[in-house]
């Protein structure tokens, strides 16, 4: 409409894109709250200015449990009411999962949108998404967070025109459509994310057959995952302050300090208060971790919350059945610790073995982590007694290139190899084993 005037001068340049949402933020404090509300809300606030709405006020409440009705007591509700009208918000960001009769019920008192933590960060993944399939995971978990909520949001909100946070992205469309509908979409959702599933095995398959080791960077969002693998492979992963910059992973060949080759993985990070089937819709990119054969935790310890955001990819991992991998914890962003070194890292003393301190962005303490990580893909590998017949020089190969051969003879029945290789090639050694190696099992 505007789109003649000049931007130059004392004339207000005018943008095209939507007016801008202004929130309030709303946060309970209840006796099982593993974090404290306003850290909690601090973190709420960098989704809101991810998803690029102005944080405008904050409320909130201690409870012994959250009010069934309308989550937050009624005097707290009137307050809201009031700081609603005083600062023009056109939105409500509650820090927990709302139930739909408690969504409707508070659209109801205070005439605006209400959203709660889950669909805000589905907002942002939808935004993020970029393969084919990110996009489908986010529809899924949308159509699935939004069936039950389906047709209140489309004659109460959408027949106001209204749009924007947490009304975007790839589920948008299914906002005008029935609860039929939805459901057969979600189906037929499924079976496509079956059909990238099934890809991805394949793919998985393909690299093992390769041979190489895989390590999987996990870690709460923003720990510094992508800055880490861009420092390590050159890849041109995005990494940014913002929360959930990765959502689709990406894997690059990283050459370890004795010459192993590995397969290093950036996939998404994790955050606290993240609903189990959010994460589920997210299964097919999260098996990646499931395959790694090391994971790496990055953590960013500068963050006043680092204790209880790796406690928290500690339970998403378990909840994920990864728990028992190995893993090294890289302790990152010490370069904002010691401003006044121009290299060299503070020392920790009494850090556990597979604890690392680095800054991904300086590049300090990558060699140790790489080392730790190389000693870890070692200690996996197996003792191996094999007559391999000289059919077999494939299997010769491989042991040769993968694995640590000790002695090495050849017999008239074959290649007579012991020595050590890693664990996930003794099953194509396996019918091979001398009697020896069985008997050391
Ligand atoms: N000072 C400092 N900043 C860092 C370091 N590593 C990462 N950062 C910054 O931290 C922010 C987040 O980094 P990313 O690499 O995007 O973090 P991530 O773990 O990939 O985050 P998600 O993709 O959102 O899960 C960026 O602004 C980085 O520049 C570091 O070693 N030192
Ligand atoms: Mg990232």
């Known amino acids: 409409m505007q789109d003649t005037i000049d931007r130059v001068g004392p004339i207000k340049p005018v943008s095209t894109a939507q007016p801008e949402e202004l929130a309030i933020l709303v946060g309970v404090q209840t006796p099982d709250s593993k974090w404290d509300v306003n850290s909690s809300l601090d973190e709420l606030e960098r989704l809101a200015d991810t998803a690029d709405v102005k944080v405008v006020g904050r409320i909130t ?3 012994a449990a959250p009010d069934p009705r309308t989550f937050i007591g009624k005097g707290k509700l009137r307050e809201l009411a009031d700081m609603k009208n005083a600062t023009g918000a056109t939105v409500v960001l509650f820090d927990d999962e709302l139930s739909p009769s408690q969504e409707r019920n508070l659209e109801d008192e205070l005439k605006c949108k209400i959203i709660d933590r889950s669909a805000l960060i589905l907002d942002i993944f939808a935004r993020r998404a970029r393969t084919k399939e990110g996009r489908l995971q986010v529809e899924l ?23 924007g ?35 991805r095995k394949i793919l998985r398959e393909h690299r093992k057959a390769e041979g190489l080791p895989v390590v999987s960077l ?9 800055t880490l693998l861009n420092k390590l492979a050159g890849a041109d992963v995005l990494a940014e302050d913002k929360l959930f910059a990765t959502l689709d992973p990406t894997t690059r060949q990283v050459r370890l300090p004795a010459g192993m080759l590995s397969l290093w993985t950036d996939t998404v990070g994790f955050i606290q ?6 994460v589920a819709a997210f299964r097919a990119t999260l098996e990646e971790i499931l395959e790694a054969d090391v994971l790496v935790h990055v953590v960013d310890i500068t963050h006043e919350n680092a204790e209880e955001q790796a406690a928290t990819v ?7 059945g990864a728990a028992d991998k190995p893993t090294v914890v890289a302790l990152n962003k010490v370069d904002k610790l010691a401003p006044d070194l121009d290299s060299g890292l503070p020392s ?12 991904a962005e300086l590049g300090w303490g990558i060699d140790t982590l790489l080392s730790k990580v190389e000693q870890v893909l070692e200690s996996n590998l197996r003792e191996l007694d094999v007559l391999l017949p000289y059919s077999e020089g494939a299997l010769v190969d491989l042991f040769h290139k993968y694995g640590q051969v000790r002695t090495e003879e050849f017999t008239h029945a074959g290649t007579h190899i ?12 396996r019918r091979y084993e001398t009697a020896e190696s069985r008997s050391g099992d």
């Open 348 to 359: 920790l003393e009494d850090l556990p073995d597979n604890y690392v301190l680095i800054s």
């Open 418 to 429: 012991r020595g050590k290789l890693p664990e996930k090639y003794v099953s194509l050694m």
């Open 314 to 320: 500690n339970e998403t991992l378990r909840s994920l």
């Open 273 to 278: 208060k993240l609903p189990t089937d959010l």
């Open 218 to 226: 996990v870690g709460y969002t923003n720990a510094g995952k992508s």
């Open 61 to 63: 409440q201690r409870l």
């Open 141 to 163: 978990a949308q159509l699935e967070y939004r069936l039950p909520r389906l047709t209140r949001m489309w004659t109460h909100l959408s027949r106001q025109g209204v749009g």
């Open 165 to 199: 946070v947490g009304l975007r992205g790839p589920g948008e469309t299914q906002l005008e459509v029935d609860r039929r509908q939805s459901r057969e979409r979600i189906t037929h959702i499924k079976r496509e994310i079956e059909q990238v599933r099934k890809h």
